[in-house]
């Protein structure tokens, strides 16, 4: 009974080692000469080329930090920096009011974002915890579990080229995309279909790097639907670009 209360008394231990670490992630959100800025675009720009790169430093960061979670909000910081300005170039294209874009940028910035991530981080949390963890045989073993703040970095590096593609490229593209005709309504589908895909090819990689999961291949299932929805959204004459700047600047389009 000795070790496996051993187990138990570790378990604990580390889960109190891990609850400050988020209220000190939020302090550090204020303390830019504490975030690593120069490796946070480090990761953005492998995530676009070589997202596999990112999740070997992951490896790396838990063997030297003793947690799978960054430690540092740089990420989020600048991702949200990144976003509100391509928001507002938006809003400088197509919106009528300065107060309209204000909300615009706002709801942007925290539903697009940070609300929906915190959902699918929790969802994904919940998922990996309670369905895929591995079963270990060896009561000796201290349990693993996913952190929450790990499942809110992989939605973030997920986010980050989905951004690249729909809100920058999608920029520069969008006279087109929202134009009528067959040519803007399949490029619009395939950007979405791209986009979508490798969003969910990213939520993959982050989760199966975690040695004490099984079956992670379950998170690329979503790419077999985004690529069965696509034809029948072409065929069906829906434009995802024309929808959703519709949603935002209905008066413009």
């Not at 946070?40 to 930090?65: A, D, E, G, N, R």
């Not at 963890?133 to 073993?141: D, I, K, L």
Request: with cysteine.
């Amino acid at each position: 009974m000795l070790p496996t209360s051993m187990s138990k008394g570790r378990s604990s231990s580390s889960n109190s080692r891990a609850n400050p670490m988020f209220p000190q992630y939020l302090r550090r959100i204020i303390k830019w000469q504490q975030m690593d800025i120069e490796y946070t675009f480090w990761q953005m720009l492998h995530l676009c080329t070589s997202p596999k790169v990112v999740y070997q430093h992951t490896k790396y960061h838990k063997q030297t930090k003793n947690q799978w979670a960054r430690d540092d909000p740089a990420f989020v910081v600048i991702c949200s920096l990144l976003l509100s300005v391509a928001t507002i170039a938006y809003c400088a294209a197509y919106d009528h009011s300065a107060t309209h874009a204000v909300f615009v940028v706002i709801s942007v910035l925290l539903f697009h974002f940070l609300i929906t991530g915190a959902i699918l981080a929790t969802c994904c949390w919940f998922l990996t915890n309670t369905y895929l963890r591995e079963e270990s045989p060896n009561s000796h073993v201290v349990e693993q579990r996913v952190e929450w703040l790990y499942s809110f970095d992989v939605n973030c590096n997920s986010f980050f080229p989905m951004f690249i593609m729909l809100y920058v490229i999608h920029y520069f593209l969008s006279p087109l995309l929202v134009a009528h005709g067959f040519i803007p309504l399949l490029l619009s589908n395939l950007l979405f279909m791209a986009a979508g895909s490798y969003y969910h090819y990213l939520n993959f990689l982050g989760y199966d790097v975690l040695p004490f999961l099984e079956r992670t291949t379950f998170f690329l299932y979503p790419i077999g639907i985004v690529i069965v929805l696509s034809p029948i959204l072409i065929l069906s004459g829906f434009n995802p670009s024309r929808y959703f700047m519709n949603m935002y600047f209905s008066q413009r389009l």
